[in-house]
């Protein structure tokens, strides 16, 4: 489904030039569940930001099903993505409701709301959540919400990026089995993007390990480990 080649991207000029990520190249096939991990500042972020059409590239390509995207509409309909500040990603002085319908716009009033109403349960919230404002829920409630968002439009592929890093390990756990039934109800693929190895290492059939802007390793789960050939791969997930 997306073909990332050969993707590099720096910021900067001259003696202040700095790569950023470094001929990057991976895959997601169909209702994978794919996991990228690295440190603080490996890369992982402005990858999934590239992925997204948010930020431009300086060399390499994006293919969707194997097509570079050009229209966005058609794009953002089929890649959505949830970032890590479930606030900042919200409207402050929008209700739930007036930020669920707005990916929705081109559905009929009720229509829109049956089917608002419906999704609810696929993200763990009420209808009494939906007369809320931002600053009214918790942050695993907030995220919620963004997922809700990102999913209402039936994308193909949802790019999580540290969706779950600010909030404690109930509410963590809780997410991430969401996200795998999600995987399981619907076939979306899934690329989470995450420094926490445990959540990856508990959610995705597939990793790559990222460090200083370059993949260093990659590989499948196979009776429910991973096994890898870089030592930096190996100590992270020792």
């Known amino acids: 489904m997306l073909q990332v080649e050969r993707l590099s991207k720096s910021y900067g000029r001259g003696k202040h030039k700095k790569e950023v990520l ?11 569940l794919v996991g990228i991990v690295g440190e603080s500042g490996s890369g992982k972020s402005t990858l999934a930001r590239i992925i997204m059409q948010l930020e431009h590239c300086d060399e390499g ?3 969707f099903h194997g097509k570079r995207p050009v229209d966005l509409y058609s794009y953002y309909s089929n890649c959505q ?11 402050p002085s929008w209700t739930v409701m007036e ?15 049956a089917y608002i109403f419906k999704m609810l349960d696929k993200v763990q919230l009420s209808k009494s959540h939906v007369s809320r404002r931002p600053s009214e829920l918790s942050g695993g409630e ?13 994308p193909k592929l949802l790019i999580c990026d540290e969706i779950v890093s600010n909030l404690d390990r109930l509410i963590q756990k809780e997410i991430v089995d969401m996200i795998r039934q999600l995987n399981e109800d619907t076939g979306m693929a899934i690329l989470f993007i995450s420094h926490d190895l445990r959540v990856v290492n508990y959610l995705c059939d597939r990793v790559y390990v990222m460090k200083s802007g370059q993949i260093v390793d990659e590989s499948k789960k196979q009776e429910g480990k991973f096994s890898f050939t870089d030592q930096y791969a190996k100590k992270l997930f020792a």
């Open 99 to 113: 930020i669920l319908r707005e990916p929705l716009r081109s559905m009929k009033g009720t229509d829109r709301d």
């Open 22 to 32: 470094r001929k990057i190249s991976l895959n997601v096939a169909d209702g994978e």
């Open 61 to 63: 390509e994006i293919l």
């Open 81 to 91: 993505i949830v970032f890590q500040h479930a606030s900042s990603a919200l409207n």
């Open 142 to 154: 907030r995220q919620r919400v963004n997922v809700l968002r990102s999913i209402l439009v039936q």
